[in-house]
């Protein structure tokens, strides 16, 4: 018997080595994972905090919703605290202006910028597997651009630098997301389970999130359009051109949910 206690005590300090001993069976109790929390204090009541360390999140949502206010909220929030925090902006939409005005410290942002350029739903080629497998030749511009924003991402959380990283995929195809492989979300939660780092997938539908990590959808309460009706649509914009034009009020709803099911939700979030 001590032989065979010596044995599976070896075997339990391996898999703690390969951080796989939480698929044991422990009657230990589990430390909640602690939260980068956002700049809007509604919301953080909501999510039990804000977004869970060392966790892949996702927040998605229609045109217009407040999905990207709603990151920017949580990247004011970590340099407020002092924190670095990387924005890797796959087709170049991020307008730093915009970003100061949100309350967002650019002196503390990794700012990795992509190629700007139309998405067509027609610019991917079926053969391509971001990350796995590129077509033959050098691939469309797309292609090439949504796996140089992936790798970004993946050299950002391996430094260890940034405490809050945001992947925005928001322009890309979503039936070129959908062939992403799982594997990839995988790798990335890999590195920094267990650590300060918290990653969030900018997407205008569900992408992925890791087995502690959030799904935040944007425009609860919209109909199926994803377009709010008149007695909810209460944003107010700010500037006359695209360029310019930047969020002065919003109104919206917002929805979360984790692995054990239901986190909580606002039926109306203003203010953002």
């Known amino acids: 018997m001590p032989a065979l206690h010596s044995e599976l005590q070896s075997v339990h300090d391996l898999l703690r080595a390969r951080r796989l001993d939480r698929t044991l069976t422990s009657v230990s109790p589990v430390t909640p994972p602690s939260a980068a929390p956002f700049a809007l204090a509604a919301v953080n009541r909501a999510l039990a905090g804000g977004l869970p360390r060392g966790q892949v999140s996702e927040i998605a949502g229609p045109s217009s919703s407040g999905r990207t206010s709603l990151a920017w909220a949580a990247l004011a929030a970590a340099t407020a605290r002092g924190e670095w925090v990387a924005l890797v902006d796959t087709f170049d939409r991020f307008d730093a202006e915009w970003g100061a005005g949100a309350g967002l410290g ?50 950002i959380v391996q430094s260890g630098v940034c405490t809050l990283v945001v992947l925005d995929l928001i322009d890309a195809p979503a039936h070129g997301l959908a062939r992403i492989p799982r ?21 205008a539908v569900p992408l992925a999130r890791s087995a ?37 009020g919003l109104a919206t709803g917002l929805r979360a949910t984790s692995p054990r099911g239901f986190v909580g939700g606002l039926p109306y979030l203003a203010g953002c």
């Open 106 to 155: 650019l002196s503390q942002l990794l700012w990795v910028r992509g190629q700007a350029l139309s998405k067509t739903a027609s610019a991917v080629d079926p053969a391509w597997v971001p990350g796995v497998r590129g077509v033959s030749g050098p691939g469309t511009l797309l292609e090439r651009t949504v796996d140089r924003a992936i790798k970004a991402l993946s050299l």
């Open 212 to 248: 502690g990590g959030l799904s935040i959808v944007t425009g609860v309460g919209r109909g199926a359009s994803g377009v709010a009706d008149a007695r909810h649509d209460r944003s107010r914009w700010k500037g006359t051109h695209d360029r310019s034009r930047r969020l002065g």
């Open 183 to 203: 594997s990839t979300w995988l790798r990335i939660q890999r590195v920094i389970e267990g650590s300060d780092t918290a990653v969030v997938l900018l997407a």
